[in-house]
T-cell receptor
Framework: DSGVTQTPKHLITATGQRVTLRCSPRSGDLSVYWYQQSLDQGLQFLIQYYNGEERAKGNILERFSAQQFPDLHSELNLSSLELGDSALYFC????????????FGPGTRLTVL | AQTVTQSQPEMSVQEAETVTLSCTYDTSESDYYLFWYKQPPSRQMILVIRQEAYKQQNATENRFSVNFQKAAKSFSLKISDSQLGDAAMYFCAFVSGSARQLTFGSGTQLTVLP
């Protein structure tokens, strides 16, 4: 158990819908990262937050957004869902906002029908 | 941009034997860290081992060790005394001091044969 929690574990929804994925980092970690793992794209970085502020952005679609709250939990919002958004979404956390070991949560499996 | 290459999509090893998984990377940075993560069928991403580029000594964690060749930009993982529970997808990953996100290789699926 990495200490990073993610909810829900599974999510099934329809195209065009909006969903919210939630992540709680390890105790003491200030940085949260979101990654997408799909069959054809592998593991891709989406976005990073550090102590409530956005720090780095990867290949995140405009339909996706995220935020980190004062209690350091983070939410990833996915809207206007398409079939191709079906993937495993991981949250990871680390102590600092720089190059540091990232510990991963169990992931949320999103299926868009 | 950094890239990570794992040229072995699949590998197999006999239980109790030793196996080495290969990884090469490309970067112009001097400050970086390398990792091996394991993803078993549960899909959880589990940290196996970490190597700081500034350290010459190869990292070890119990049965897991790395061969870090900085000049060759090579970072292989050796698993000794392989166990059935080692069966998983193994990802090599890189993070530089300037970029904070992990860049992953495409993974190597390891099968352990009883």
């Amino acid at each position: 158990d990495s200490g990073v929690t993610q909810t829900p574990k599974h999510l099934i929804t329809a195209t065009g819908q909006r969903v919210t994925l939630r992540c709680s980092p390890r105790s003491g970690d200030l940085s949260v990262y979101w990654y997408q793992q799909s069959l054809d794209q592998g593991l891709q970085f989406l976005i990073q937050y550090y102590n409530g502020e956005e720090r780095a952005k990867g290949n995140i679609l405009e339909r996706f957004s995220a935020q980190q709250f004062p209690d350091l939990h983070s939410e990833l919002n996915l809207s206007s869902l398409e079939l191709g958004d079906s993937a495993l979404y991981f949250c990871a956390s680390s102590t600092s906002g720089s190059a540091d070991t990232q510990y991963f949560g169990p992931g949320t499996r999103l299926t868009v029908l | 941009a950094q890239t990570v290459t794992q040229s072995q999509p699949e590998m197999s090893v006999q239980e109790a034997e030793t196996v080495t998984l290969s990884c090469t990377y490309d970067t112009s940075e001097s400050d970086y860290y390398l990792f091996w993560y394991k993803q078993p069928p549960s899909r959880q991403m589990i940290l196996v081992i970490r190597q700081e580029a500034y350290k010459q000594q190869n990292a070890t964690e119990n049965r897991f060790s790395v061969n870090f060749q900085k000049a060759a930009k090579s970072f292989s993982l050796k698993i000794s005394d392989s166990q059935l529970g080692d069966a998983a997808m193994y990802f090599c990953a890189f993070v530089s001091g300037s970029a904070r996100q992990l860049t992953f290789g495409s993974g190597t699926q390891l099968t352990v044969l009883p």
